[in-house]
């Protein structure tokens, strides 16, 4: 089972540019598709940026799409999400999160079909 934690989150103005970083301790990491979410204060957790247990498909909300690129290094068991030309909108806790399925063809965008929840990371924007 994935043991994920997130770093990277911050303060930056809009415009700015950042990236987050999720570590898995566990063995399982490239055996998952793995997907980038977020929570707003108030607002339900949505999902952001997945990409598959090979590194070889990604897909993204149409919200970050051009804006934010999600990337993994198997060898360092480590997932990545770089983005750029932030706005404001983009404030929210960022959580990474492994696909309850291993070496699973389909990128999947659901909450309840991710598991493995880190503890998130802050990310604000500013105007």
């Known amino acids: 089972q994935a043991q994920l934690v997130e770093s990277g989150g911050g303060s930056v103005q809009a415009g700015g540019s950042l990236r987050l970083s999720c570590t898995d301790s566990?063995?399982?990491?490239?055996?998952?598709?793995m997907g980038w979410f977020r929570q707003a204060p108030g607002k339900e957790r949505e999902f952001v940026a997945g990409?598959?247990?090979?590194?070889?498909?990604?897909v993204y909300a149409d919200s970050v799409k051009g804006r934010f690129a999600i990337s993994r290094d198997n060898a360092k068991n480590t997932l990545y999400l770089q983005m750029n030309s932030l706005k404001p909108e983009d404030t929210a806790v960022y959580y990474c999160?492994?696909?309850?399925?291993?070496?699973?063809?389909?990128?999947?965008?659901?909450?309840?079909?991710?598991?493995?929840w880190g503890q998130g990371t802050q990310v604000t924007v500013s105007s």
């Open positions: 999160a492994a696909d309850l399925l291993y070496f699973s063809y389909s990128l999947r965008m659901g909450v309840e079909q991710y598991g493995s």
């Open positions: 566990g063995r399982t990491f490239s055996r998952a598709n």
């Open positions: 990409i598959s247990w090979s590194g070889s498909t990604t």
